[in-house]
């Protein structure tokens, strides 16, 4: 089945954006989408300016690749190397994945738009009620996590729930003409990357195939509330890099089930690897990059690795950018019990992580998202504790 895209031809208009780092010329793209469909006036956008990738010399993480091209004709191989990521580190690239560049590149347009096209008021009128109901929806506004030691976040992100992107009104105006966009953008994902991956995932727990998507959608129509997200870091200041020794988010293991995000050309997302020691992940053009989260990792009983990541100030020669990041979380339905998948495999080899009362995906979820930077926390030099229904959770400077 071809993916639902979206391309667009070019016009001859120009207009002038301004960043923290620059001001920026750029030709707008508008037209007729991959269906023919003229694409209304306000679909007109700047360009995202792709940053160089780093010459610096650092140490980068040694990440497998899945090549989903192959997935008709050479599964047995794509398991195989699914199963040796996800017991080892927990990520992995995916490529040919039939999303063309230009449909990547136009949801980075988008996501530039959601942060310097929407002003500081109306940014602050769609603000997540992330604290009071346990949801992203919306804007997740900078400062509003402690990183370390006093020191406030400088990260934005806006945020599309798989279920909740109607009605119109609630996104901002200057986003309301791309929300059909991200929407398609999203089932995409989900059909030709998510769904695929997923039975690779199958076949390494010896489930039946199906059988994990069965959980994200089920036969009788219920299905898991996906969240979308345009994420953007603004670069800290010297002296707040020096108090968090360059860290700008906190290492961590994802809430949902499994986490897409599209490569981008910024260094500064690390992965820490068996040896102990965190590392850079290489940009890819066209490529995803794919880790589990804590709700699959805890239903395959630690089988499948959740993977511990963090954003770090970039090297050098990218240290002025801001790192703009296009990312899908994959969710189960939301009644859907964080107990032992129905493998003979998971419950020889895997452990039972929770032995009293197991919380729905969509209260472990929500739990997280509440505390996330702002819960009460037993501090350490190289990591605070928080615990979450009975489990204790690392978050790492």
Known sequence: MSPT???????????????????????????????????????????????????????????????????????DQLIDTVREALQRDGFFYVVGHEVPQADLDRQFDIGLHAFDGVTPEEKKQYEAP??????????????????????????????????????????????????????????????????????????????????????????????????????????LTKEEAAITKGVMLNGHTDFNSISTLISQPVTALQVLMPDGK???????????????????????????????????????????????????FAHFAPDIPLDLLPSRRVHEEGRRLFEDKVPMSQEWEQARIKSYGVGDFIKGEEYDIETINGVKVRHYH
């Open 130 to 235: 992330i604290a009071e109901k346990g949801t992203f929806m919306g804007y997740k506004l900078s400062q509003y996590w402690e990183i370390n030691h006093g020191v406030r976040d400088r990260i934005e992100h806006y945020n599309f729930y798989l279920n909740s992107f109607d009605p119109i009104t609630r996104h901002p105006q200057p986003l309301r003409p791309f929300v059909e966009e991200a929407r398609e953008f999203l089932n995409t994902l989900r059909q030709h990357v998510l769904r695929r991956v997923l039975s690779l995932i199958d076949a390494v727990l010896e489930l039946p195939d199906g059988y994990l998507w069965s959980l994200h959608e089920t036969e009788d129509g219920r299905r898991g509330d996906d969240l979308f997200r345009y994420m953007m870091y603004d670069p």
């Open 5 to 75: 895209t979206t391309t667009t031809s070019t016009t001859t208009a120009i207009a002038t954006t301004t960043t923290n780092d620059a001001t920026v010329s750029a030709p707008l793209t508008d037209t007729v989408n991959s269906r023919g469909n003229n694409l209304p006036t306000e679909s007109i956008l700047p360009k995202w300016q792709k940053p160089p990738v780093t010459k610096e010399d650092v140490e980068w993480a040694n990440i497998l690749t899945v090549d989903l091209s192959l997935y008709d004709t050479n599964k």
């Open 278 to 328: 965190w590392r850079y992940v290489r940009h890819r053009d066209g490529a995803m990059v794919i880790n589990i989260g804590d709700q699959l990792s805890f239903m395959s009983g630690g089988l499948l690795k959740g993977t511990m990541h963090r954003v770090v100030t970039p090297p050098d020669d990218q240290i002025h950018f801001r790192r703009l990041g296009v990312f899908h």
